[in-house]
């Protein structure tokens, strides 16, 4: 165990920015979460990205095959992982080629030596050795054997075969950066104990390569130095490190327990969004009930009977499971019943990019299903408010007697930041509209004269025995009818009803300027990023005209959408798509000329990259 006392020589910095890339099999994943969890409990800020391939298995040593985490810790406030790095750790050739353009000059770099063999060069289509060929530099370059070192470490200890000693040296960075920012790693001891609580030796040797690596930072002259990051100043409360997934499934628990609902969950599993289904797995205490089905089509569909049920009933996807589950979308539509559809955003068409995040499934959301049939559609926009937006759209579901498409992505949804643990008399009222006892002269389709939101019967209640099916219903009785002017009615009702979601949800407010020369729109997963990039050239660059309006809610629009678009001269529209929400913007204010800036690489947007476009527009 180490104890660590505060180095007094640490040089403070208010944030930092870092990537541990390797093989998927070097275990950067569990690196990156260790620090940032350790950072986190520490009282930093923080943003963090994983980023792996998309094949199970990717060739060992190919530039395809490359895992990294990123995060970013500060005493300020901190709503992006980063852009450029103030320290890369790369554990082979490849990581180090598909990473280095993103290491400031001058920063370091922490390579496993070990890892650049003429083999593990070619892979990674190096000429040369970039280690002895002057091309690094102008980086702090620290060089360490670390798969030596993991070994000698671990040779006293029983039970190892040689892959497990060698699957180790993650451990070895962690404790070096551990000491290089000034970190305790009893954390992360306290983690070893608990995973491997029946396998004493592979705490026992985890730990031992964590304090190798921790010591050996500490006494090598390469590292002259280490650095601080103080706490954050936050609002007062508890908090937890948490996944923008988890913290998804954990709104839902909040919703059915407010509602008085039990949870119903009907998925298959498709990433990014399988985490969902993971987490819920988990929580069989609280009367969740999660199905995993044996397609896309079965999942909805199971939802859309245990809604009918009573249930609050979601289900969980991605792009091309959304297609899917279209037509059973419009069921629930055309029935009037309250479903949450969960749609984790990646990279497409079809399997496209399945690990990478992008924002392509707007138009899908709003109108991927045959004829007239809305649905409200609304957007998380960071990790942590992923748990406010599905309580949102369980809420706006059961008031409104309506499907709710909940769009999160894979930046946000495998992305982590603190978030401050809420109970549940904090959480909004949510109601619902059953019926709780027979009256006289009751039908299965009256209204909710505000809303419009129809009667919700539970099935097998004596005296509330009703239809339901996909064929039109009769606007009174809900029994099927093809009376053409039934039809049309009911086709503007449907649409009426979810019109009106605009008198129950939150006006938009700007940030920064609240009139001016421009306004930079977003929506969903790109907050952190639009966010920073407009703070930084207001408050740093003195641009004090340009204002920042996020969109949560997409359909129905804020009600005060028009007026604040009118107060400003030009309108960028932010998105990593080929621009569909700028279309949105432009099919309901045709007065307003909008400018876009889209990004479609599976990546976020960068904010260099932003404050370079917001210049170019704004003089």
Avoid at 81 to 91: E, I, S, T
Avoid at 351 to 360: D, R
């Amino acid at each position: 165990m180490i104890t660590l006392e505060k180095n007094p020589n640490a040089e403070t910095l208010d944030a930092v920015v870092i990537r541990f890339v390797g093989d998927s099999g070097d275990g950067m994943q569990l690196t990156g979460t260790q620090f940032s969890d350790t950072s986190a409990m520490f009282g930093n800020d923080v943003a963090t990205f994983p980023n792996y391939p998309s094949e199970i298995r990717a060739p060992q040593g190919s530039l395809y095959g490359v895992s990294g985490f990123q995060v970013h810790i500060g005493s300020v406030e901190v709503s992006t992982p980063g852009d450029n790095l103030d320290l890369l750790v790369a554990m082979n050739p490849a990581g180090l080629k598909t990473n280095l353009y993103a290491v400031k000059p001058g920063n370091t770099i922490i390579i496993d030596s070990d890892s650049f063999t003429k083999k593990n060069l070619e892979k990674a289509q190096y000429e040369s050795n970039p280690l002895e060929d002057g091309s690094l530099e102008n980086y702090r370059v620290v060089t360490v054997p670390m798969t030596s070192l993991t070994k000698e470490a671990l040779k006293d200890v029983e039970g190892l075969d040689n892959k497990s000693i060698t699957r180790s040296k993650n451990m070895f960075a962690l404790g070096m950066v551990y000491w290089l920012y000034d970190r305790n790693p009893e954390h992360t001891i306290e983690f070893f104990q608990k995973k491997f609580k029946t396998k004493p030796h592979l705490i026992e040797a985890n730990t031992k390569v964590l304090n190798a690596g921790f010591f050996y930072a500490e006494t090598i002259e390469l590292i002259p130095n280490s650095y601080s990051i103080s706490p954050a100043k936050m609002q007062g409360g508890t908090y937890r490190i948490i996944m923008g997934n988890t913290a998804t499934a954990w709104g839902f628990l909040a919703a059915a327990e407010k509602s008085g609902r039990e949870l119903f969950l009907g998925s298959y599993p498709i990433t990014p969004a399988t985490d969902i289904l993971h987490e819920l797995v988990k929580h069989k205490h609280f009367g969740v009930k999660a199905f995993q089905a044996e397609d896309e089509i079965a999942g909805i569909s199971s939802a859309i009977g245990a809604s009918f049920a009573g249930d609050l009933a979601i289900t969980t996807t991605s792009g091309p499971g959304l297609a899917l589950k279209g037509e059973a979308l419009g069921l629930a539509v055309m029935i009037e019943l309250p479903l949450v559809v969960v749609n984790v955003q990646r990279g497409g068409p079809s399997t496209g990019l399945p690990t990478k995040t992008e924002q392509s499934d707007l138009m899908q959301a709003m109108y991927g299903r045959n004829g007239e049939s809305p649905v409200i559609v609304i957007a998380a926009s960071t990790p942590a408010n992923c748990f406010n937006f599905a309580y949102e759209a369980s809420r706006l579901a059961l008031e409104h007697m309506t499907p709710v498409v909940l769009l999160t992505d894979g930046y946000i949804a495998n992305g982590s930041a603190p978030w401050k643990i809420k109970s549940l008399e904090e959480m909004p009222e949510i109601k619902n509209n059953l019926v709780n006892e027979v009256k006289e002269n009751w039908h299965p389709y009256d209204r909710n004269q505000e809303t419009l939101a129809r009667n919700w019967a539970i099935p097998g209640t004596p005296g509330l025995e009703h239809r339901v099916g996909g064929l039109e219903k009769d606007r009174i009785t809900g029994d099927v009818s093809h009376v053409p002017e039934n039809h049309e009615i009911m086709t503007h009702t449907r649409a009426e009803k979810v019109k009106k979601v605009e008198n129950y949800i939150p006006e938009i407010k700007p940030e920064f300027a609240q009139e001016g020369d421009l306004l930079v729109i977003g929506w969903g997963g790109t907050y952190g990023s639009l966010h920073s990039a407009v703070k930084q050239i207001v408050e740093e660059e003195g641009y004090k005209n340009i204002g920042f309006a996020h969109f949560n809610y997409i359909n129905p629009l804020p009600k005060n959408t028009g007026e604040l678009l009118s107060k400003f001269k030009k309108i960028l529209v932010c998105e990593l798509n080929n621009g569909q929400f700028v279309n949105v913007l432009r099919m309901n204010f045709e007065e307003q000329k909008f400018l876009q800036f889209n990004k479609i690489q599976g990546l976020p947007f960068a904010n260099s990259e932003l404050i370079e476009k917001f210049k170019q527009i704004a003089e």
